[in-house]
């Protein structure tokens, strides 16, 4: 009886339960902003039918000095709110072919095949969510995870939060335009930069594009230090920007830059579907085998004023 007949059920099943765990860490760590917040373990795992955070909104004003027997302040406080955030669906399927299977008899040319199809499929994933992440709103007819230009320069609700009502919740804004054919436009970088600071937030990454990313490399290099650069040892090209590290990703928009809290940025994956293979079955009309690999999760924060951006950047 053939390996297709009796075998590959079970030696199919066997090899994707050993590669899902590397499966999962590779897809994390292949691209910059998710390979960054893993590194700072902001790659999480929750469940539930929403995310949710909750959301500082106002300071606690019992909060004051004292001495002696003066009466500390207990009024209870409210200034706590909520964003909520909605799980998005992904889904990727590896199929073989009963003539594929056939044609590599034996157990480990099976199981060959099936690696090089996984991936395939690896950099598939890992590719498709990464242009998710930096799209500039939510494609598929909003199927789409939600993306880094999104939560941090969208004009609409974020997290069931509208900006335009609650202005606390909005991202400042380079309040210029970055000009980087001279040092002008670095200065414009550092006050976006400190701006943010003041929001009692820190930058420590940012994200632009090759062009964006190399006009500063242009002028900054002679007085960069680079040192602790984290992203570098993760093999991804960066250079420092003040404490952050700046990188460049091709699928980040055209002439932006954005400054990121990794404190406040979170990339969840939902407890019971994260990269997880289903079953193989066979189509009634054909012969082959088809496995889903299915996974729910999305990009979210909890406080949008600890994140900047800047368009329209000159780089010439």
Request: charged residues 20%; proline residues 3%; contains cysteine.
């Amino acid at each position: 009886m053939s390996i297709y007949a009796d075998q590959f059920d079970v030696l199919v099943t066997t090899t994707l339960d050993k590669i899902r765990p590397v499966l999962r860490d590779q897809i994390s760590n292949e691209n910059a902003l998710t390979a960054y917040l893993n590194m700072k373990s902001r790659v999480t795992i929750d469940g539930g039918t929403v995310i949710r955070r909750p959301l500082l909104v106002a300071f606690n004003d019992t909060v004051s000095s004292y001495s002696g027997y003066d009466l500390i302040d207990t009024t209870p406080q409210e200034g706590l709110g909520w964003a909520e955030f909605t799980w998005r669906q992904h889904a990727g399927s590896v199929t073989i072919s009963g003539e594929e299977v056939k044609k590599n008899s034996g157990a480990a040319q099976l199981i060959n095949l099936l690696q090089a199809k996984v991936d395939q499929l690896k950099l598939s994933i890992a590719d498709d969510m990464n242009a998710m992440l930096w799209a500039a709103s939510a494609g598929n007819s909003g199927k789409d995870f939600d993306s880094v230009p999104l939560i941090v320069k969208s004009a609409t609700a974020v997290g069931g939060i509208d900006p335009s009502t609650y202005t606390w919740w909005k991202s400042p804004v380079a309040a210029s335009t970055v000009d980087l054919s001279d040092f002008d436009g670095i200065k414009t970088l550092n006050n976006l930069f400190n701006t943010v600071r003041l929001n009692r937030s820190k930058v420590d990454v940012e994200f632009t594009t090759q062009a964006v990313f190399e006009a500063y490399e242009a002028l900054a290099v002679p007085n960069v230090r680079f040192q602790n650069l984290k992203a570098a040892d993760l093999g991804f090209e960066t250079i420092a920007h003040k404490t952050a590290e700046l990188i460049m990703d091709l699928d980040c928009p055209s002439a932006a830059l954005y400054m990121l809290n990794s404190d406040r940025l979170e990339f969840v994956q939902h407890a019971d579907s994260w990269v997880s293979p289903t079953d193989f079955v066979r189509p009634a009309n054909q012969d082959a085998k088809v496995a889903l690999v299915l996974s729910m999760g999305n990009l979210i924060t909890d406080s949008r004023r600890s994140h900047a951006y800047a368009t329209g950047i000159v780089t010439a």
